[in-house]
């Protein structure tokens, strides 16, 4: 850690998350490592020492519908989660280390309680890519892959549904998902009706500055992305998650940023838009886009905007881009052969509670996909009820872009561009 | 004792068979880890090479050439910087590890010990927070930098070394330094000082000494020493990634991009292939340029 003083115990929470998401390897390793000693004691008792909360939601099960012509089938367990670092809300000592460990979350503990069902949670996503890489194979041979539910974003949700490798969520278990989902998370080309994946959590990419040093370097804050890419190169970082820098790319070049309508050519466009500035010397980074900003190295940058949310630095920016912006969702999906179908259908339910919901939130600091969830966090963080980062106003809505889903053909001409410019 | 001599040792047949196999028996824990763990894994890793398709669609065996020639032909500057940052940095380590080592082979007197403690120390240190500390170290506004530029002035306000080529050879240098220092700190340990206060019986100045009988036994550690710092360094990708820009990729860089950027296995494999296959020849190269025979005993 460089620099940047007095982090909130969740900034660290956030680094070690994002910096999975942009595949570090060796980091992950490290901290896969940590995962894996951090969750190895799956088979405890339901309710552990510490943190035992009383459940929030009433005690009939808001998973059943009245209406419900047969009898539900009981909970079985362990749920085996599997979800990204830090990516839920943590107590104590796994809250400042932003690693769970059995017994640190209040929602999986009050989950337990609630169902009388074991979880065995793990933070064992550090990329999408290379967990995929360890259920392919299952999937594709239709044996079970160990998961009962897992979170991934958009492109990699919308390949395994599109390939038939996730189970069907029957609406009448999820009743809470079905009325909280917001409405402008509905209708997704890949699962338009919700029927294999809700939201866990979005996110969305944009420019990221710090006020102040921007002001002590004599430059403008940047509103666009035309003024970004204006910004000497070398003070300048882009992401190095693709589908980001190529979607704000595309926006920048006044192109659409919808995959139905990209091209090949269109990402080839962005590449030499963009080429130019890699020989100047701009650079590619994930999270550490915070220590470089902390550092003065980088005066502004592609950014994701729970970093941002959460950072605590004074000064720290997220503008929306007068262009658009960028946003992605992880999203809860239950593999084909889950073990524990019903029970990972309670858990999708019980997390779209808004109590629960606000709960995570008030931790991760990410755009809520539930609705409800800002009434409900206002009783426990009235700050973050009317933070933009989680709760977007309308306006930000309205310039929402999804540049995820790409055909096999834009994904690997992305891959090999992408790693052009980064000399990868 | 008596029995013994009483009946000689007649080679039983087992006994025999033992004295046969014992050699490959006492191998066997070792051959088994090296065929399981390397020559296996390499074969695999040859046949994925000369495979064809995707993550999703499985890969198979088509013995096509083009990843090979695709991995020879398609990376020339990752390549070349690998090779310059490589040959760089194990000179520069080979410049820094030498004065080190005789210091403390021929010095170090009691402190040998704490000495040769404090070169293994960061080792203590995971890898990754090393280099992530030259980041630091090396940052614009960096205990260095700050002192040249606001303290000294000597250094113009935008002057930056961080995610130039000279940071990547910096990290790699002091990454692999102890690598250099202990085969040379072993070979110049073993010189017996007899043959130095011979040699100044002879007439053999300071110089002479040094050129004629210290360097030529070291050559063993030299030979050793620039071996283990100059493979691992051809293979970095940590230090291309984490000091350097997209301007000083390594092939490291490309072999973790194509395996998990794209997932394109086939050329990944290939380049590990060529990697691991040109380092060979040049060790072997190096090794009949300095004549083993002579340096391994």
């Known amino acids: 850690m460089s620099e940047h003083d007095q982090p909130l115990p969740r900034f660290n929470a956030e680094l070690t998350r994002r910096r999975f998401l942009q595949g570090s390897a060796l980091a992950g390793f490290g901290a896969f490592l940590a995962a894996c000693g951090a969750s190895t004691g799956g088979g405890e008792s339901p309710t552990p020492a510490g943190s035992v909360f009383v459940p929030t939601a009433p005690p009939v099960a808001t998973a059943a519908p009245s209406t419900a012509p047969t009898p539900l089938p009981s909970p079985t367990g362990p749920l085996k989660f599997a979800n990204w670092p830090a990516y839920i809300d943590l107590a104590g000592k796994a809250g400042t280390a932003g690693v769970y460990a059995p017994g640190s979350s209040p929602t999986i503990e009050q989950f337990k309680k609630k169902y009388g069902v074991d979880v065995d949670y793990e933070e064992k996503i550090e990329d999408n890519k290379t967990f995929y890489a360890t259920i392919q194979p299952q999937l594709q041979a239709g044996t079970a892959t160990g998961w009962d539910l897992i979170v991934i974003t958009d492109w990699l949700a919308a390949k395994v549904i599109s390939k038939n490798w996730a189970e069907q969520i029957i609406p009448a278990d999820v009743p809470n998902a079905v009325a909280n989902l917001q409405d402008s998370l509905k209708g997704r080309v890949w699962d338009a009706n919700n029927d294999y994946h809700y939201p866990w959590q979005s996110g969305m990419t944009g420019i990221g500055f710090n006020t102040n040093d921007l002001k002590a370097a004599g430059i403008t804050p940047p509103t666009s992305l035309q003024e970004l890419w204006a910004i000497k190169p070398s003070k300048v970082s882009f992401l190095t998650e693709s589908r980001d820098t190529f979607g704000l790319g595309l926006l920048k070049l006044g192109k659409s940023a919808d995959p139905a309508q990209t091209t090949t050519d269109d990402l080839q466009a962005v590449h030499d838009d963009i080429k130019p500035l890699v020989t100047q010397g701009l650079i590619f980074a994930g999270n550490e886009y915070l220590e470089n900003f902390a550092a003065k190295k980088t005066w502004a940058a592609m950014v994701w905007s729970g970093d941002l949310a959460s950072s605590g630095t004074a000064g720290d920016t997220f503008q929306v881009p007068d262009e658009g912006v960028m946003i992605w969702t992880d999203n809860m999906v239950i593999p084909k052969g889950a073990v524990n179908k019903y029970t990972a259908e309670l858990m999708i339910n019980f997390v779209y509670d808004p109590k629960i919901a606000a709960q995570i939130e008030d931790y991760v600091y990410y755009v809520c996909p539930v609705k409800g969830a800002d009434v409900e966090i206002k009783k426990i963080d009235p700050s973050a009820a009317t933070n933009p980062l989680i709760f977007p106003t309308p306006d930000m809505v309205a310039k929402y872009h999804n540049f995820q889903f790409l055909s096999d053909d834009l994904e690997t001409a992305l891959d090999n561009l992408y790693l052009d410019l980064t000399g990868g | ?297």
């Open chain 2, 1 to 297: 004792m008596t029995a013994l001599q009483a009946s000689p040792p007649r080679p039983s047949s087992l006994r025999r068979w033992l004295s046969l196999l014992g050699p490959y028996l006492l191998l066997a824990p070792g051959l088994i880890w090296l065929v399981y763990f390397f020559v296996w894994p390499a074969a695999q890793m040859f046949l994925m090479a000369v495979s064809s398709g995707s993550l999703d669609n499985g890969f198979k065996l088509t013995w096509t050439l083009t990843p090979l020639h695709d991995a020879l032909f398609n990376f020339p500057t990752q390549w070349s910087h690998s090779l310059l940052y490589g040959a760089i940095s194990t000179s520069l380590d080979f410049l820094i590890g030498f004065p080190v080592a005789y210091t403390i082979a021929f010095r170090g007197g009691r402190y040998k010990n704490l000495l040769l403690f404090l070169v293994i120390a960061p080792f203590f240190t995971s890898f990754l927070i090393r280099t992530i500390s030259w980041q630091i170290l090396l940052g614009d506004e960096g205990p260095i930098l700050s002192f040249l530029k606001h303290t000294l002035g000597v250094v113009p306000e935008e002057f930056s070394i961080l995610y130039s080529p000279f940071a990547v050879i910096a990290g790699l240098t002091y990454n692999f330094l102890p690598f250099m220092i202990l085969p040379l700190y072993v070979a110049l340990e073993k010189i017996d000082p007899a043959l130095l206060e011979a040699s100044g019986d002879l007439y053999g100045g300071r110089w002479q000494t040094f050129r004629k009988v210290t360097f030529p036994l070291a050559l063993p550690g030299v030979f050793a020493g620039t071996i283990l710092t100059f493979i691992p360094t051809m293979g970095d990708y940590v230090n291309a990634e984490l000091l350097g820009s997209p301007q000083t990729r390594m092939i490291g860089n490309v072999i973790q991009g194509r395996f998990l950027q794209t997932n394109d296995y086939p050329i990944a494999s290939a380049l590990s292939f060529v990697l691991m296959a040109g380092i060979l020849l040049a060790v072997f190269i190096y090794a009949r340029a300095l004549g083993t025979e002579d340096l391994t005993g």
